[in-house]
């Protein structure tokens, strides 16, 4: 576990674009094509930034508001589940692996409002991210919602998890052509 959060450190400093670079880049692709190579360049960093902002900032919503929830609800070892949703949400899987087995337990050890009111809370948090990945990833671009909503559906379904950004990247690259 502690690899894994040291590299996504190490790789976020590692992204940090260099302008030399970014500079090196954007004249390659004027020469490629004269008339939209640079605009491709920016279009390309926007969707990225868009993407990784979009993906960590929403999986930390919905980690802070699923730890909001199972704290308040008493349930055991929130601390744990919270990290392991915000991990899921930034590795793209969603926290649905974890919340639903927690709504059940909740069900069976809480009384039944207690356990209803749990539930409607923790549904709607564990949805979060269906909403507003697209919403969030439009932002700046001018590729409409359901292109990118569409992208990421075929995205998932042809690539699965990989195929969630492949996605979100072609949606977005491509809808603003």
């Not at 790789?11 to 954007?26: L, N």
């Not at 004249?27 to 868009?50: F, M, P």
């Not at 929830?69 to 070892?77: F, M």
């Not at 749990?118 to 590729?143: C, K, Q, S």
Request: proline letters at 5%.
């Amino acid at each position: 576990m502690l690899k894994f959060i040291a590299s996504v450190i190490v790789s976020g400093f590692r992204f940090v674009p260099d302008p030399f670079i970014v500079q090196t880049i954007k004249s390659v692709s004027s020469r490629i094509d004269s008339k939209r190579g640079e605009s491709s360049i920016q279009l390309a960093g926007t969707t990225i930034r868009n993407i990784s902002r979009g993906v960590i900032g929403i999986s930390l919503l919905q980690a802070l508001l699923a730890g909001i929830g199972l704290t308040v609800a008493g349930v055991p070892n929130a601390g744990l589940i919270t990290f392991v949703v915000l991990l899921l949400g930034i590795i793209q899987i969603g926290p649905t692996l974890v919340l639903i087995p927690t709504i059940i337990w909740s069900w069976i050890v809480m009384d039944q409002t207690t356990a209803l009111v749990f539930t409607a809370y923790m549904v709607p948090v564990n949805l979060l991210d269906n909403v507003l990945h697209p919403i969030v990833l439009a932002r700046g671009m001018a590729t409409p919602i359901l292109v990118i909503f569409v992208g990421i559906i075929g995205g998932t379904l042809l690539h699965g998890i990989v195929g969630v950004f492949i996605g979100q990247s072609c949606s977005l690259l491509l809808g603003n052509y």
